[in-house]
C-alpha cells in the first residue's frame, strides 16, 4: 500500500518526504484554505511547489459545481504540474466532468466517495483513483473501512484497474485496516504518518540499549 501525505502545508510535505515514504499528496479546497492559501494563483504556487518536493501523484480538486466549470478547470490543472490528478466529486456532474476529461489523458482521483455504486461510476468514467472517505462514515456510526474492502473486492473480482486511495484517515491503526482491507494507497494527514512510526516499546528498547552500551563502555 502506497502512503500519500493529505495536506497541503508545505512544511509537513517537506518533513514527510525526508522519510522516503510519501509517493504522493491529496489536497482538496479546505486543506488549501487552511494552509492559508488564496485564490486560483494561490493554489498553483502552492501545488507547483508541493510538486517540488514530491514527484508522484499531486491530486488538485475543482472549485466549480457544474460540469462545464469543473472540465476548464481540470484541463488547467492538467498544465500546472508534471503528474496532477484532478479531483473531482462522486455526483453526476463530477463523473461527467470525469468522463470528458479521462477521454483526454487526464488522470482523476473521484473523491468524497461514499458507496460502491460511485465507486463503480467512477471506474466506469475513467477515474484512475477512487477516494472513499473512512472517517466521515465512521463519523456517522458506519464502517468506513468496510466500504474500502467491499471496493477492493468488487473492482479485484471485475477486474476494474482504478485505485482504492483510502481517505479521511483519522488515525495510525486506519493505515493498519486500509492495508489489511486492500487499499491500493491510503492518503494521511502528517500527524498520522509520525504516529505510524511511533511504539512506545521501541523508545523502551532503544533506551536501554543505548544505557548498556554508555555503561559498557564508560572510561
Ligand atoms: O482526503 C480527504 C480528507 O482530507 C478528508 O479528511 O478528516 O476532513 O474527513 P477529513
Known amino acids: 500500500m502506497k502512503l500519500f501525505l493529505d495536506t497541503a502545508d508545505v512544511d509537513e510535505i517537506r518533513r514527510g518526504a525526508r522519510l522516503g515514504v510519501v509517493k504522493g499528496v491529496t489536497t482538496n479546497p479546505s486543506l488549501a484554505a487552511k494552509a492559508g492559501v488564496g485564490g486560483m494563483e494561490g493554489y ?14 499531486i491530486s488538485v480538486e475543482v472549485v466549480s459545481p457544474d460540469v462545464e466549470g469543473m472540465i ?33 489523458g487526464i488522470e482523476i482521483n473521484q473523491t468524497l466517495c461514499f458507496s460502491v455504486n460511485q465507486a463503480l461510476l467512477g471506474a466506469q468514467a475513467g477515474a484512475t483513483a477512487v477516494s ?25 473480482q471485475h477486474g476494474i484497474k ?13 493505515c493498519v485496516e ?12 502528517y500527524p498520522v504518518l509520525a504516529q505510524m512510526a511511533k511504539h512506545p516499546l521501541t523508545d523502551i528498547g532503544l533506551e536501554r540499549f543505548l544505557e ?7 572510561p
Open 132 to 156: 472513499p472517505f473512512v472517517g466521515r462514515m465512521d463519523d456517522i456510526g458506519q464502517r468506513g473501512m468496510g466500504l474500502v474492502g467491499e471496493i477492493v473486492a468488487v473492482f479485484r
Open 72 to 104: 476548464t478547470e481540470g484541463k488547467e490543472y492538467a498544465t500546472w504540474i508534471p503528474n496532477p490528478w484532478v479531483k473531482l466529486p462522486s455526483t453526476a456532474a463530477g463523473f461527467e466532468a470525469m468522463n470528458a476529461l479521462s477521454r483526454e
Open 44 to 57: 498553483k504556487a502552492v501545488v507547483q511547489e508541493i510538486a517540488s518536493i514530491i514527484d508522484g501523484p
Open 178 to 189: 486500509a492495508a489489511k482491507a486492500g487499499a491500493h494507497i491510503a492518503t494521511v494527514p
Open 162 to 174: 482504478t485505485q482504492v486511495l483510502a481517505a479521511s484517515i483519522r488515525h495510525a491503526f486506519h
Open 212 to 218: 548498556d552500551w554508555r555503561r559498557a563502555n564508560a
